[in-house]
């Protein structure tokens, strides 16, 4: 991350109980980031493998907070709870914008165009990953409104899929991409909608 990305992390919004808070929005987040990038997916794991002197030394670099300890993996839980995804999504956008910028990926792109798929995680979020090469990024998240397993699902998934599908030609309205799913995006309403947005 460069200190644009850290000044953006530094600028979201806190809704906590100042007298309460003992880890800085920006700590809170690294840390999330260290232990994916780490291969860490169970949130109880950040508080066993994580917490090593060379981690927390890095993070404190990073965030520019002298810490003892890391954030508890179910402090980093309730702030993620309540963040504003908008902002979230506004630091992405920067990240894959500067990637993209910097011509290291023109390599991937097929005629033209960037290779998108659409995955759906735990039938809870649907998310687009920008594929190069080896490497996937996350382009773009939309929580699946129904969570309970039903047909419906496919509806919400395909819900999903249409706000996603307008935020990223807003996002990215030069980029060209070739959207990849499985089967449930082979309908005619999910192609109309990939035509229109060209």
Known sequence: MNRKQIRDLKKLTDDRNKGYVTYEMITICVTRLFSLLCGIKNMTEISTKLETDES???ISKIAGQKLENL???????????????????????YIVNALIRSKMFDKYRHNGAFLIVFVSYYKYVLECKLVVGNIVISLDSEFVENNVISNENQDCETNAFKIMAERIKKNYPKLSFIASGDALYATTPIIELCEKYN
């Open 71 to 93: 954030p508890h993996w179910e402090t980093i839980q309730d702030v993620f709870k309540n963040i504003k995804l908008s902002e979230l999504r506004d630091i992405q956008k």
């Open 56 to 58: 927390i030394e890095n």
